[in-house]
């Protein structure tokens, strides 16, 4: 079983930035890729963006240039730097783990 548990959600304006990070505990037998996923009110959970163990990225096109995933091996932690943030871009962040594990999600919401 694993754990995780996201932080840094809240409300900023358009233009602003947050940082989201997902502590992950439990049965980590071993590395695997981590994500962040959105879901907005009546629309379907996305993909944000997702790194594998060796650091490899794969981004959705809506903020490609705007967010940054990385990952901290050694505390098994996940982080997204969001920039440029759009009210668009408003909806809980999930943290995931392996395609099976998520988090309890994290709001965010841009507004002015």
């Known amino acids: 079983q694993v754990q995780l548990v996201e932080s840094g959600g809240g409300l900023v304006q358009p233009g602003g930035s947050l940082r989201l990070s997902c502590a992950a505990s439990?049965?980590?037998?071993?590395?695997?890729?981590m994500g962040w996923y959105r879901q907005a009110p009546g629309k379907q959970r996305e993909l944000v963006a997702r790194i594998t163990s060796g650091g490899n990225t794969v981004y959705a096109d809506s903020v490609k240039g705007r967010v940054t995933i990385s990952r901290d091996n050694a505390k098994n932690t996940l982080y997204l730097q969001m920039n440029s943030l759009k009210p668009e871009d408003t909806a809980v962040y999930y943290c995931n783990y392996a395609s099976i594990y998520w988090g309890q999600g994290t709001q965010v919401t841009v507004s002015s």
């Open positions: 439990g049965s980590i037998f071993s590395l695997n890729t």
